[in-house]
């Protein structure tokens, strides 16, 4: 389905009993909302008793974009607090992994009166982990664009998926000038520097202080430069009801589904093992 939120067409998809209690699920990386592990986990989710919202963030699967926001992640976040309003959402439980994990705490964090639960693992963090993420979203558009204009842009492997599946976003592409494109890039990879007051970019402390409902924080695994381990304990410390737990994995997770292929066809990918989160979300959830 299809709905414009903020001069953005959104792509979602709800699942479960229409009268059942929202839940919105929200994935990492720039993936779409069906990639491996996501429509699976989406579904025991509704299975277990709520209307799980599927959406696909600005820049991810069949959404739109825009560069005029002062990072990706406020651009997201507030994406998805008026997908929510927009749809008619109360009293939502939001729940989250690696970049999701992000935009949901800095969504929440927008709407915390209107947020029941939150759940979040994989939260990215530290300053190799954070400046990874600075070239992954942004530098390879910088090069791009500086040697090639917004043609080669477009002809990165960061967006063949999204161009396939919204042929409107190679336009909106196409029509960027360069030089402000790259200078929007830099401010979006400036967004990921890392912080000592704040262990998520784009959450203040006073932004957790506002997140007082019940949160199920995810530990990271000590193995895990991604989405290190303190990263997770330092955003346990600053929500005020915040519970600690063990993934349902093991420490070498991430290191290890990084060597998944991805394949949506074949239902592979690194969330393809999210589905085993399940009986604890929903244990939690229902407490």
Same mark, same amino acid.
């Given at each position: 389905m299809k709905i414009d939120v903020n001069g953005l067409t959104l792509d979602y998809e709800l699942i479960g009993d229409e009268d059942a209690p929202p839940l919105v699920l929200t994935p990492g990386g720039r993936y779409a909302r069906d990639a491996a592990g996501v429509p699976e986990l989406g579904a025991k989710l509704a299975q277990g008793g709520y209307r799980v919202l599927l959406w696909d963030?600005?820049?991810?699967?069949?959404?739109?974009?825009?560069?005029?926001?002062? /990072?990706? /992640?406020?651009?997201?976040?507030?994406?998805?607090?008026g997908l929510v309003g927009a749809l008619g959402l109360e009293d939502v439980t939001l729940a989250g992994g690696s970049a999701g994990s992000r935009?949901?705490?800095?969504?929440?964090?927008?709407?915390?009166?209107?947020?029941?639960?939150?759940?979040i693992w994989w939260i990215s963090g530290g300053p190799v982990g954070l400046a990874g993420l600075a070239w992954y979203y942004c530098g390879d558009q910088i090069a791009a664009a500086s040697k090639g204009g917004m043609k080669a842009v477009v002809e990165l492997p960061s967006w063949a998926?999204?161009?396939?599946?919204?042929?409107?976003?190679?336009?909106?592409?196409?029509?960027?000038?360069?030089?402000?494109?790259?200078?929007?890039?830099?401010?979006?990879?400036?967004a990921f520097a890392y912080s000592d007051t /704040?262990?998520?970019?784009?959450?203040?402390?006073?932004?957790?202080?506002?997140?007082?409902?019940?949160?199920?924080?995810?530990r990271s695994?000590? /193995?895990?430069m991604a989405h290190t381990r303190e990263t997770s304990e330092w955003v346990h410390r600053l929500l005020p009801d915040s519970s600690l737990v063990k993934p349902p994995w093991g420490d070498q997770e991430w290191n290890y589904v990084s060597t998944f292929p991805e394949d949506i066809a074949g239902r592979r990918g690194r969330f393809e093992r999210w589905p085993l989160l399940a009986p604890m979300l929903l244990d939690w959830f229902g407490s």
């Amino acid at each position: 389905m299809k709905i414009d939120v903020n001069g953005l067409t959104l792509d979602y998809e709800l699942i479960g009993d229409e009268d059942a209690p929202p839940l919105v699920l929200t994935p990492g990386g720039r993936y779409a909302r069906d990639a491996a592990g996501v429509p699976e986990l989406g579904a025991k989710l509704a299975q277990g008793g709520y209307r799980v919202l599927l959406w696909d963030r600005p820049g991810c699967g069949a959404s739109d974009i825009a560069f005029t926001a002062s /990072s990706e /992640s406020v651009m997201n976040a507030e994406a998805l607090v008026g997908l929510v309003g927009a749809l008619g959402l109360e009293d939502v439980t939001l729940a989250g992994g690696s970049a999701g994990s992000r935009i949901t705490l800095m969504a929440a964090a927008r709407m915390a009166a209107n947020v029941r639960r939150i759940a979040i693992w994989w939260i990215s963090g530290g300053p190799v982990g954070l400046a990874g993420l600075a070239w992954y979203y942004c530098g390879d558009q910088i090069a791009a664009a500086s040697k090639g204009g917004m043609k080669a842009v477009v002809e990165l492997p960061s967006w063949a998926d999204q161009i396939a599946r919204n042929p409107k976003l190679r336009t909106i592409l196409l029509a960027q000038d360069a030089d402000a494109y790259i200078a929007a890039m830099q401010r979006w990879g400036k967004a990921f520097a890392y912080s000592d007051t /704040s262990p998520v970019p784009g959450m203040s402390e006073a932004d957790f202080s506002t997140l007082t409902m019940p949160v199920l924080t995810f530990r990271s695994g000590r /193995s895990d430069m991604a989405h290190t381990r303190e990263t997770s304990e330092w955003v346990h410390r600053l929500l005020p009801d915040s519970s600690l737990v063990k993934p349902p994995w093991g420490d070498q997770e991430w290191n290890y589904v990084s060597t998944f292929p991805e394949d949506i066809a074949g239902r592979r990918g690194r969330f393809e093992r999210w589905p085993l989160l399940a009986p604890m979300l929903l244990d939690w959830f229902g407490s």
